[in-house]
Every structure is written in structure tokens, then in C-alpha cells.
């Protein structure tokens, strides 16, 4: 009698839990479960999206990593972004943080100064740098030629877009403020005392008391800005078209990297084979490679023992 | 001449040498600090400020290299509004935005609270698929998306393949509000239960008026995800400039304005306005949202 009450009573609350979760796990069936399938299967197929798909082995992965011209500039910017741009948002963000918390006056004032350009949407913010950093009439280079500093090309020349976007990218810095902000302020005050008693500098209190107690958030930081870097999408983008001057609108077609392939990401390689060249199996090639780096460092953050983010309880 | 002291003077209490140097330092470093808050505080405004200036300008003085405008041209906003589109964009910004919150958080609620609340086999592992789903850039699976939603429904050209999903819960906010309902302490739950509330009658009466902060947060974010979002509209509305986005339709204007700069910035301004005013009303449902992210200690 008791076992049957305790049975329906487990069947119920798995129906609740059921119940409660469904709206995810339909979502996860449609939207990521059967295009996960979908796209490995497509990836040893040829496919135009008119002609019915046919098998073709692994054609489109020989051409993707042999012949696609711009798979590996494309990989290359990429790592250049991690090693560079990842390194400078996080000292930078560290930096602004640190500054946020020894700020007496005006707090309020300064961090929502400092929190705003976060905000701006990638694509109008990607214009205003376009219009800040353009070669001919942009206040940054007629300032510099002012002072008579050399001005660079920025979006307009291969050597001097990346680090443009570096910079655009340190503008945004108000995420990573927000938290090492967060972080810093949890530091035990004691450890600092105990520190400057026993006459430690304001260098080794840093790197003594302040970056052992954040460096799980310090890495946080790197493993969430390389997982954003395998995403950069619509400002290599719209930085390569406003600054190529090519008009949006049918008809024409937009050589992705401008200027010489130099802002390529793998994002913008899925929508140019898939979108524009209609190669559906070799974007999905790519979307593979996408996905496994992805996944990669998403793993970086999950790990059981000292993972970033605590899956359990 | 003797002064008549109303009040006895207060001296000030003798400072011993060392103590005067430290003071002295701690007024220089005050100095430095703010200095430099300065400095970086130009680095965040300036841009915005620029784009203003330039939006402001004449055509002519447009093509120059003035960074202050001669004439102060505020009919430039009235022609970006009279650009044919432009209010149609505003429309279907604010349709994708509005309809895709108001999904998102509703879809989202029970699956977070399960995964907060309930004990059941799995757990663990849906946790992980939904932070694995997180943080998947949407270039992965848009083929066969774009193939389902264009070529077996025929929706290429409308927003709905962008809205649809979010009926279904969004990863980033079930994430964002589990994390934010496991600091919910059990004994609220247990004693809605005692009182005979059903899983149901708890989560709405108990947890969701304790949860408002996390709720405001999961909204504002994905309020602002569909306001930025590029991609999405590129993938599907691209085809149907009476479906776009203002984050997609913004750089047609570079284009469609051979009058250069000035109008396109204006423009630009537009586009981030309402996200910098929304930012202000509710400035501590967000900060408390990114905080919450990041990871707990």
C-alpha cells in the first residue's frame, strides 16, 4: 500500500518537474538539438538550398581548411584578438575597476561615465568609430595631425583595423568594470592591514594580497572574452563595410575583411559561404569548428574542481 | 585692541610632523586619482560627444574636418525621422524587443525555478546543457535553422523566426535567474507548502514578488539583446526592408546618404538614446544583473 502512495507520489513529481522544465526542453530538442544534428549532416552534404542535397563525403571539409581563402586569415585575426585585444580588456577592465574603488569624489558620477559606452549597441557604436577614426575629416586624425603625430588609416588600412577594434572594444569596457569592481571590494580589509603593517608597497599589496583574492574573476574574464572573441560578429562587420564604402542594399555583394581580410572572424565566414555563396555543407563546416572551440572553453569554465561557473549546488 | 570672543576659538589640534606628511600625501594622491578618473573619464564621454557635435552640422560642414558646429542644425533629427523606413524600423525594433522580453521571461520563470528548486535526476546535466547553450555563438546552427524557418514555414522576410524561440526559453536568462533564485532561502518555500500552496501557487505568490529584482534584470537584458541584435535580422529580414531593425537598418544610411556624416550620426544618436534612458530608469536592476553573471565568489 505504502510502496504504490510512494510511487505515484515520485511519478508526480516527476510529471511537475517535467511540466516545469518543458518549455526549455522543447526548446532545446528544436532549437539546438536538431540543428546540432542537422549541421553535422549538412556538413558532408552539397547543398545550394534548391538542388535536393546530395552526399558528398568530405569535400567541404578539404575545401574549407585547403582551398576557402579565407578560413585561415580568418583563424589567424581570431587568435590575434585573444592574445591582444582579450589581454588588454581585461588589464584594462582590472585597471578601470581598481580606479572605480580608490575614486572618493563624484563616484556615482565617474562609474556611470565610465559604465555608459557599454551600452551603446555594437552597430551604432561600430558607426560612431567608423565616422571618430575615419582617415579623412575623423576628429581623432585631425587631432593628431594637430599635434602633429602621425594619423594611421584605422578601419582603412589591414595593419591599423584590428587595433581599431581593440580600441572600440576598450571603450565597451563597463561589463568587466562592473565586475572586478564587485570582486575587489569583496577583498578581506584585514589582509590589507596585516599587509601594511608588515610594510609591503602599494605594488606588492597588489600582487600580493588584491590578485590572489580576484584571480578566479580575473579568470573569468579571459575564458568569457575568448568565448565572445570565437563570437565577434557585427563589428569586424559593419567596421569593414562602412570604411570599404560599399552600400548596403540588393545587388551588391560585400567581400567580407575589408580592408585585406584583416577583419574576418569565423562568424562572418559561416554567413559568407552559407548566405552568399550558397555552399550550405561548407558554412556548416565552419559552424562545426565554431562550435568545438566554443565548446572548448565553455568546458574551461564548467570544470567539477575550481570551475568558474558551480554547476551543482 | 582687544577682540571680543563671542564663541572660543577652536584650535586646531596640534599635528605632529609625520602626521602632516601623511596628509599631505593622501592629499597628492587624492590629486593623482582624480586626475586620472578624469583622463579616462574623457576617453568614455568623448566619443559621444563628437557624434553629437557632427549630428548637428551642416551638410558642407559635414565633408570638413570641424569638430564644432558653425550653425546648429536640429532639422538633421526631422530628416532622419522623414527617411522613408525609418519609423517602420523604430516599429519592428520595438515589436522584436517588447514581444521577445515578454516571452523570454515568462518561458523562462518556471524552467529556472526547477532548476533552483527541485530535486530531480539530470539536474546537473541540464544546468550544463543550458550554459553550454549560452554560450553558443548563433552562426552554429543557422543553416539548418534559416532552412526550417524559410524553407518548411516560409517566414524569411518577417522577425517571427527571431521571435518564436523566445517562447521557449532563452539559456542566458534561465541561467541569470536560477542564479538568482537559489539565493531564495528554502524556508519561504516550505512554509507556502505547509500552508497547502501547489509548486504552482508557490512560485507565483512566494517567489516571483522576491524575485522582481532578478525578473528586472533577465527583462533588461533581453530588451536590450534584441535592440542591439544584428545577425538575427541580417539572416531573416534582410530580404524585406519593411521587416528590418534599427540595428540592421542604421547602416544602410551611410549609404543612402550621400550627404555624409552629419545625418548618419544623427541617426546613430537615435539608436542608442532610448537604450542610455532606459538605462537610467532601472540603472540598478542591470548593474545588479551583471554582477550576478559574473560568478559568485
Known amino acids: 500500500m505504502s510502496t504504490i502512495t510512494l510511487a505515484s507520489k515520485r511519478r508526480r513529481s516527476a510529471l511537475r518537474t517535467a511540466a516545469f522544465m518543458s518549455p526549455w526542453l522543447i526548446g532545446f530538442a528544436v532549437f539546438f538539438a536538431y540543428p546540432m544534428i542537422s549541421t553535422v549532416y549538412f556538413s558532408f552534404m552539397q547543398y545550394d538550398g534548391f538542388k535536393p542535397p546530395t552526399w558528398s563525403g568530405t569535400k567541404n571539409w578539404t575545401y574549407v581548411f585547403e582551398h576557402y581563402p579565407y578560413f585561415w586569415p580568418a583563424l589567424r585575426n581570431t587568435l590575434w584578438l585573444v592574445l591582444i585585444t582579450v589581454t588588454l580588456r581585461v588589464a584594462f577592465g582590472l585597471g578601470v575597476g581598481l580606479l572605480i574603488t580608490k575614486i572618493r569624489t563624484g563616484t556615482g558620477v565617474f562609474r556611470t561615465l565610465f559604465y555608459l559606452p557599454y551600452l551603446a549597441p555594437p552597430v551604432a557604436a561600430t558607426m560612431a568609430f567608423a565616422f571618430l577614426l575615419n582617415p579623412g575629416t575623423g576628429p581623432v586624425n585631425s587631432i593628431l595631425e594637430g599635434i602633429g603625430i602621425p594619423a594611421p588609416g584605422w578601419f582603412n588600412d589591414p595593419s591599423w583595423s584590428k587595433p581599431a577594434l581593440t580600441l572600440l572594444a576598450l571603450w565597451g569596457i563597463g561589463d568587466l568594470m562592473v565586475i572586478f569592481m564587485a570582486a575587489l571590494l569583496d577583498v578581506p580589509r584585514e589582509q590589507y592591514e596585516a599587509a601594511e603593517l608588515d610594510g609591503a608597497s602599494a605594488w606588492q599589496r597588489f600582487r600580493f594580497v588584491t590578485l590572489p583574492n580576484i584571480s578566479p574573476i580575473v579568470m573569468f574574464a579571459v575564458v568569457t572574452g575568448v568565448i565572445q572573441t570565437m563570437q565577434y560578429y557585427a563589428q569586424p562587420l559593419i567596421a569593414g563595410k562602412v570604411a570599404s564604402g560599399v552600400i548596403q542594399g540588393a545587388g551588391t555583394q560585400f567581400e567580407p575583411g575589408y580592408p585585406d581580410k584583416s577583419t574576418l572572424t569565423l562568424p562572418q565566414l559561416v554567413y559568407n559561404l552559407g548566405f552568399q555563396r550558397f555552399d550550405y555543407g561548407s558554412a556548416c563546416v565552419v559552424a562545426l569548428v565554431l562550435f568545438a572551440l566554443s565548446m572548448a572553453f565553455t568546458a574551461l569554465l564548467m570544470r567539477r574542481r575550481g570551475g568558474l561557473i558551480q554547476a551543482g549546488d | ?297
Open chain 2, 1 to 297: 585692541m582687544t577682540q571680543v570672543l563671542d564663541r572660543p576659538v577652536e584650535l586646531p589640534a596640534p599635528v605632529s610632523p609625520a602626521e602632516r606628511t601623511a596628509r599631505r600625501r593622501a592629499f597628492l594622491e587624492w590629486i593623482a586619482i582624480h586626475s586620472l578618473g578624469v583622463a579616462v573619464a574623457l576617453f568614455f564621454t568623448l566619443p559621444f560627444v563628437f557624434v553629437f557635435l557632427t549630428s548637428l552640422m551642416s551638410d558642407s560642414q559635414a565633408l570638413s574636418r570641424d569638430l564644432i558646429p558653425h550653425t546648429w542644425e536640429w532639422g538633421n533629427y526631422a530628416k532622419v525621422f522623414d527617411t522613408p523606413g525609418f519609423l517602420t524600423w523604430w516599429k519592428n525594433t520595438l515589436l522584436y524587443a517588447g514581444a521577445g522580453t515578454v516571452l523570454t521571461v515568462v518561458s523562462s520563470i518556471p524552467v529556472a525555478y526547477a532548476l533552483a528548486k527541485f530535486r530531480f535526476r539530470g539536474r546537473n546535466l541540464s544546468l550544463m546543457l543550458v550554459i553550454s547553450m549560452m554560450m553558443l555563438p548563433p552562426q552554429v546552427v543557422v543553416i539548418p535553422m534559416y532552412l526550417f524557418w524559410a524553407k518548411q514555414l516560409d517566414l524569411s522576410g518577417t522577425l517571427w523566426p527571431l521571435i518564436i524561440p523566445m517562447a521557449f526559453g532563452d539559456a542566458f536568462s534561465i541561467f541569470l535567474l536560477r542564479q538568482f533564485l537559489t539565493t531564495i532561502p528554502n524556508e519561504y518555500l516550505d512554509a507556502a507548502r505547509v500552508d497547502g500552496c501547489g509548486e504552482l501557487r508557490t512560485l507565483l505568490r512566494v517567489v516571483l514578488p522576491m524575485a522582481k529584482p532578478g525578473i528586472a534584470a533577465v527583462a533588461l537584458f533581453q530588451f536590450f539583446y534584441a535592440w542591439n541584435d544584428y545577425f538575427g535580422p541580417q539572416i531573416y529580414a534582410s530580404e524585406n526592408p519593411g521587416a528590418w531593425t534599427l540595428s540592421y537598418g542604421l547602416e544602410s544610411f551611410k549609404g543612402a546618404h550621400h550627404t555624409d556624416w552629419n545625418l548618419t550620426m544623427a541617426a546613430t544618436v537615435l539608436v542608442m538614446a532610448p537604450v542610455i534612458l532606459v538605462f537610467f530608469f532601472a540603472q540598478k536592476a542591470f548593474v545588479e544583473g551583471v554582477t550576478l553573471t559574473g560568478v559568485k565568489g
